[in-house]
């Protein structure tokens, strides 16, 4: 089974835990059987892997987002790099191309679309697996998941059935209505469009060709800032006659706002919290290395990192986008391939960071132009190269890079260092990448 995991989103309506490189799908709250946490990526994959453990999974998705991927899943997972953003349809086209032309997978096999991100449980990866049987049979060119919906929602596009079958004829589909609209739909039976829908890799690869001219994965790749910005929705289904949708009554949530991620949560609390007992329905991430204590709240979230700290009323969290759109700072916590920094101190011409690798890991061999740093490394030990001489590091070890001075830092166990770094102009641009010596 090929299955791409569309991977987006902006970072702005879970904030403060997301950011424009920690989207919402990387934050990790949601505990497995051994104690540990994991985000919605990492539970999905996982999902799918139990599923099939020959799945070719393929992640499609912005390049901001491609360290994280690799620090959640690992460095081996298959990912479809979109140049920059140019909506559903080209990066879905370029995922089908990259099946085919790097990958190798047949025209005539079938593949799945989905989120990266609902909250599910196995029935819906059966679900999933039943699209791609039924795509591949060439049941029709499009086959849909239909979720059916437990309330009148505004916040969804709706499939319209053309019958009340298991599978149906799809008649029409409705952008997101408002509640009178929403409440109209469902007595006509219709299902919430959940973006979830498969297809045979000719089909797509022969739209592709007919609305962009070719589908050489390479050509698009090149090509890609030059496309034009439509989405799959527009671009294919709501113009394909032969069209079926298959109904899903399992569990599905859309983990988009604090108040239906707080749903999911198994405990109340996560990080350091103490809440006293007439605290209700409050739910609390904490996480900074100091205590939150809540006291007398209820129908509340408290959410603390770095990026900031959100005290809200659940219902009235979900408008907070508009008031995240002001604020303008420093990105302050980011996972990357290697591991993972934190922002600790930001002054006018000096910023301090807590840098942590993961054994086996190291940083990209490169230079900076405008400023100079400054490695204190505080816990376990490794190697570092420096302007192409190798010496070992650990705790206690101090070392200066001048601008210019080509450098890197390799892990042999887990390690961590504070970085300063120090110049007038301090800005993620200001990197030259070099081979390993």
């Known amino acids: 089974m090929n299955i791409i995991l569309l991977s987006g989103g902006s970072g702005k309506r879970l904030w403060p ?4 490189i920690r989207s919402k799908q990387f934050i990790k709250i949601f505990k497995t059987e051994n104690g540990d946490y994991e985000s919605m990526v990492q539970r999905v994959y996982r999902q799918i892997r139990a599923m099939d453990e020959t799945a070719t999974v393929t992640i499609a998705t912005s390049k901001t987002q491609v360290s994280a991927i690799h620090n959640q899943l690992s460095e081996n997972v298959n990912v479809c790099v979109e140049p920059t953003r140019r909506d559903t349809f080209p990066a879905i086209a370029l995922a089908t191309a990259y099946l085919h032309d790097v990958l190798g997978v047949s025209r ?26 039924m795509a591949k049979e060439g049941s029709s060119n499009l086959i849909l998941m239909g979720i059916e919906p437990t309330y009148p929602s505004e916040k969804y596009g709706y499939i319209i059935p053309g019958d009340k079958e298991e599978v149906s004829p799809v008649v029409a589909f409705k952008e997101k209505p408002d509640l009178q609209k929403a409440k109209e739909y469902l007595s006509q039976g219709a299902l919430w469009n959940g973006g979830v829908f498969a297809y045979r890799l000719s089909y797509v690869l022969k739209k592709t060709e007919e609305l962009i001219g070719f589908s050489d994965y390479q050509k698009l790749f090149d090509g890609y800032k030059d496309l034009n910005k439509i989405s799959f929705d527009y671009a294919v289904v709501e113009k394909e006659p032969d069209i079926q949708v298959l109904r899903f009554g399992g569990q599905w949530k859309d983990m988009g706002t604090w108040n239906t991620l707080t749903e999911a949560m198994e405990e109340p609390s996560i990080g350091e919290v103490m809440m006293n007992e ?14 939150v204590l809540c006291m007398g709240l209820k129908n509340m979230v408290v959410s603390a990192s770095a990026e900031g700290i959100l005290v809200s009323d659940k219902e009235q969290s979900s408008y907070i986008k508009p008031f995240v759109d002001k604020i303008s700072q420093q990105i302050m916590f980011a996972e990357k391939s290697w591991g993972s920094f934190r922002v600790l101190d930001v002054e006018e011409e000096s910023m301090t960071i807590k840098v942590i690798l993961n054994p086996g890991h190291k940083m990209n061999y490169h230079s900076h132009e405008h400023r100079n740093e400054i490695w204190n490394v505080i816990a376990g ?13 650990k705790p206690g070890d101090v070392l200066y890079m001048p601008a210019g001075c080509r450098h890197t830092i390799i892990a042999d166990t887990e390690l961590k260092v504070i970085e300063s770094q120090l110049g007038r102009d301090i800005t993620v641009q200001d990197k030259i990448k070099y081979p390993m010596p």
Not at 381 to 393: H, P, S, W
Request: net charge negative; glycine share 4%.
């Open 17 to 20: 835990l997301s950011n424009d």
């Open 108 to 133: 005539d096999d079938s593949v799945v679309v989905c989120p990266v991100d609902p909250y599910v449980n196995e029935d819906y990866f059966a679900a999933v697996k039943r699209l791609s049987d």
């Open 381 to 393: 030990n490794g190697k570092a190269i420096l302007d192409g001489r190798e010496q070992t590091v």
């Open 278 to 291: 007439s605290c209700e329905n409050v739910h609390v991430v904490n996480e900074l290395d100091v205590p």
